[in-house]
């Protein structure tokens, strides 16, 4: 069996500076690495040809010190590198990276294609779903396990709704998550092995005559700029003895909104109402639901396409498309869709990648809008890359807000290096695509009297599904998709001692209107809590008003995924952690002691309230 496991070198993100002067990131004395979730796929691909036989090839796209990163590759024992060097390729957006890794992939060959999840400095996890659809292979994303049997792989994957069991016939592509091996270092003997492994170099030349589809020139995106992210903390440590340290931080909560109205409200005032199409460009919104509801995410992404139809002078859209999706379109037209796109058939009920792509992308042909935005959840992150490969459309990933220049071509703000930086991106193709992380745009409000046409759309009996579901797992995937609404949040480290500890915290979460639980990497490894729960650099990014950190060391892997959170409040008995840096307000103390007594407070405060 032969596996091609594709890899990027990636700038350490903690080291990532801006010069505030050029506007460009500061790249001299930072360390680089191969991207995290690669190197799980590279261990996970090593594993296979030790059962199965075969070879393992790491490729990567980059300028000649990329060599590093395959170097790093087969040191961990692969068999050989493939580096894609060459100038023709800078520049390169997801979409054109991916056209020429697909190249590359077709002269090599293969039999199964691995890549992790999303790159750690990017965070797009674009590439993956688009070299599959350019290849037209069956595409697994977020794979956490994977088995190979004869000619099919199977695979459970993380979703928003739990863990899946999939299968599929062999070739296919699967991106992997941070589950997928156990992590593992080369050893000097290791290093020196790697020395005599050969790595192949290919210029765009070596791929195509048509060099104009690399690099720059052959991105449909590019970015407008770079903007540091700064984010301002109070850093206030209380002090005195506990009780009089709860009551101040009771006090200053209660004084910015807590069980009231915040200080900070941002509901959103962007509603439907006002709004009138005349013809201009339409923008469309991708619906999901999670079990017989609407996620907040399809209702924020509402709030924004009335704002851009707007502006446009057009209509809002909404693709739906399940099995019983219709009781949906009430509350769809009544947050400002003009028409629904209602695709309803029983091969429809449980998303795939296949029908769902071949549903969307003819619905785009036929329609044309000018906008199309997904949330940046397990389904949007692995359908709107392949809708965007197979319509040869830029796609800026992940964004946590939208706007308008004057020239109207949509802003897409992207977030990289962790939330250190944000890039305006524009797009040179129609209709310009993006994914929103949820929580971060302002809902629309409901105006009863909306009311949404209805246009019938039908999967193509041709199309078939190519990765078939074995087993489907749920989880408390609803109370880890509050994450991404919630007001406020409670985010648990190891400081907190133990899985048996949680009762304090959730009784905690229950006086705060039952706040959903966060954690660090390290609490989801140790099976506190599930994956869908970990918050920071490889999981979820959140911006709740209220955050409360307790028994978190605060490294900057969680910390980036709570850079725009309102308050932040960190509770560690460790005086030194560097959370109480990122937060607003610190209480040095252990959580078995300022919790209870800080649950018994808020407790009575709210009942004072009458909340």
Not at 476 to 496: P, Q
Request: charged share 25%; net charge negative.
């Amino acid at each position: 069996m032969k596996i091609v496991v594709l890899v990027k070198q990636v700038p350490v993100v903690s080291a990532m500076k801006l010069d505030p002067d050029t506007k460009t990131l500061k790249r001299e004395g930072v360390p680089s690495e191969v991207s995290s979730f690669d190197v799980r796929a590279l261990l996970k691909a090593v594993e296979l040809r030790t059962a199965h036989g075969g070879e393992v090839v790491a490729m990567t796209m980059g300028p000649p010190q990329a060599k590093a990163a395959l170097e790093h590759c087969l040191a961990l024992g692969a068999d050989r590198g493939v580096l894609l060097t060459d100038r023709a390729f800078a520049g390169a957006d997801t979409l054109a990276t991916a056209r020429a890794l697909a190249l590359a992939l077709k002269k090599e060959g293969f039999d199964l294609v691995l890549c992790g999840r999303y790159s750690t400095d990017a965070e797009t996890g674009q590439v993956g779903p688009e070299v599959a659809e350019l290849l037209d292979l069956p595409q697994i994303t977020a794979a956490g396990k994977l088995t190979v049997t004869g000619s099919t792989v199977t695979v459970e994957r993380e979703t928003d709704s739990g863990f899946e069991t999939v299968s599929c016939a062999l070739p296919a592509l699967v991106s992997a998550t941070e589950d997928m091996a156990p992590e593992k270092f080369p050893n000097k003997a290791d290093k020196e092995k790697a020395k005599e492994k050969p790595i192949q170099e290919m210029t765009a030349s070596d791929l195509s005559s048509d060099l104009s589809q690399f690099g720059a020139a052959g991105s449909p995106t590019w970015v407008e700029s770079v903007q540091a992210v700064e984010v301002a903390r109070e850093k206030k440590i209380l002090e005195g003895e506990l009780p009089a340290q709860v009551d101040t931080l009771v006090q200053m909560l209660l004084e910015q909104g807590l069980f009231g109205k915040w200080k900070s409200d941002d509901v959103a005032s962007n509603g439907p109402v006002a709004r009138t199409a005349t013809g201009g460009k339409a923008v469309w919104v991708v619906a999901e639901t999670l079990g017989d509801t609407l996620p907040s995410i399809t209702l924020e992404l509402l709030g924004k396409a009335n704002e851009l139809a707007g502006r446009y002078s057009g209509e809002v859209g909404v693709m739906l498309m399940g099995w019983g999706v219709d009781p949906h379109v009430a509350t769809l037209a009544i947050h400002g869709a003009d028409v629904v796109y209602l695709a309803q058939d029983r091969r429809l009920e449980h998303y795939s990648t296949d029908l769902y792509t071949a549903v969307l992308a003819k619905a785009i042909r036929e329609r044309q809008p000018g906008v199309v935005l997904f949330g940046s959840t397990a389904t949007g992150r692995d359908l709107a890359p392949r809708v965007a490969a197979r319509l040869g459309l830029g796609l800026t990933g992940d964004c946590v807000d939208l706007d308008v220049n004057d020239k109207g071509q949509l802003l897409q703000y992207k977030p990289a290096f962790g939330g250190n930086i944000v890039a305006p991106v524009l797009s040179r193709t129609s209709p310009e695509m993006a994914t929103i992380r949820p929580g971060m745009l302002k809902r629309a409000q409901p105006n009863p009297a909306r009311q949404a046409r209805i246009e019938m759309l039908w999967p193509e009996d041709a199309v078939l599904d190519r990765v078939q579901v074995v087993e489907r797992t749920g989880t408390d995937a609803g109370k880890a998709a509050a994450l991404d609404s919630a007001e406020i949040a409670i985010g648990i480290g190891k400081g907190v001692g133990g899985a048996a500890n949680l009762p304090v915290i959730e009784q905690f979460a229950e006086v705060l209107g039952g706040a959903p639980l966060a954690a660090t990497r390290d609490i989801v490894d140790l099976g506190w809590l599930p994956r869908q729960h970990q918050v920071g650099l490889t999981g979820r990014a959140i911006a709740p008003k209220l955050y409360f950190s307790i028994g978190i060391r605060g490294a900057f892997e969680h910390t980036v995924g709570v850079r725009r959170a309102g308050i932040v409040v960190a509770i560690n008995k460790n005086q030194k952690a560097p959370m109480f840096q990122n937060a607003d307000i610190g209480i040095v103390g252990d959580y078995a002691a300022v919790v209870p007594l800080l649950t018994e407070k808020l407790r009575e405060a709210k009942a004072k309230m009458g909340s």
